[in-house]
């Protein structure tokens, strides 16, 4: 608390602005997200490392958008970031997490895909404490998810059954989910060089996750589609230097 005056003389204690600062960093500290994501925010995300990128440029200007609007006017609506590989797609994810965090005081979590999946898988190993449901209910429950890669496991019948099981749940509670992945949302036709006639189909996000799955997102999530160089080969390549 802080000791203020008043216009009138009055002196009055009221909470002081680092009570909301400890309450902001105490919900980003149990969002987990990963060390090496920590620092990504909207501020920092760079759309145009390659050159003028539209698609990258109107996907933040989205992403800013979409703080402003959370929570009453996106009615528990997500975004589904779609795109290649180092685009960008986590960067931002989590950009959003830690504003709605910080700047509208929501309760958030991050959770890799792959990461998930294996934590319900080990808990049927009987040695082990935990188990499917309570792996599950804070992912149920959280105000905000971003699940991250979905689509990375190879679709089985069980990895179908708990993601469907997964966002259902949260679809039913009107929960808000941001979801990336390297998986198109719609299948793209690429004509093959020596036959204009023939086409192949890339693999979609229907392939991954199941066509049901993938139809139930359109009306949970606004897709954003992203598009750019791999920032990894370019402008972030590892060294020592």
Known sequence: MRIVERPNGVRVAE???????????????????????????????????????PSLNAALVQARNFVKAYPFDTNGNGLLLTG????????????????????????????????????????????????????????????????????????????????AHILNTRYNDRRTTIITTNYPNLAPLVAEANSARTAMREETLGDRIGERMRSRLQ???????????????????????
């Open 15 to 53: 909470p002081c602005a680092c009570r909301a600062q400890r309450k902001a960093a105490r919900l980003i500290e149990s969002a987990r997200i990963p060390q090496r994501y920590a620092h990504c925010t909207l501020e920092d995300y760079f759309p145009n490392y390659g050159g003028n990128n």
């Open 84 to 163: 290649s590989i180092g685009v960008g797609k986590t960067h931002l994810a989590v950009g959003i997490l830690q504003s709605l965090v910080s700047e509208r005081g929501a309760q958030g979590l991050f959770y890799d895909y792959r990461d998930l999946l294996k934590q319900v898988q080990n808990s049927y190993n009987r040695s082990v404490d935990e188990t499917e449901l309570g792996i599950l209910k804070p992912v149920f429950e959280a105000e905000v998810l971003v699940l991250d890669e979905l689509g990375a496991n190879k679709p089985t019948d069980w990895v179908w059954d708990t993601v």
């Open 219 to 241: 009306e949970m999530c606004v897709v954003m589609e992203m598009k750019g160089q791999d920032f990894r080969q370019t402008v972030k390549r590892a060294s020592f230097a």
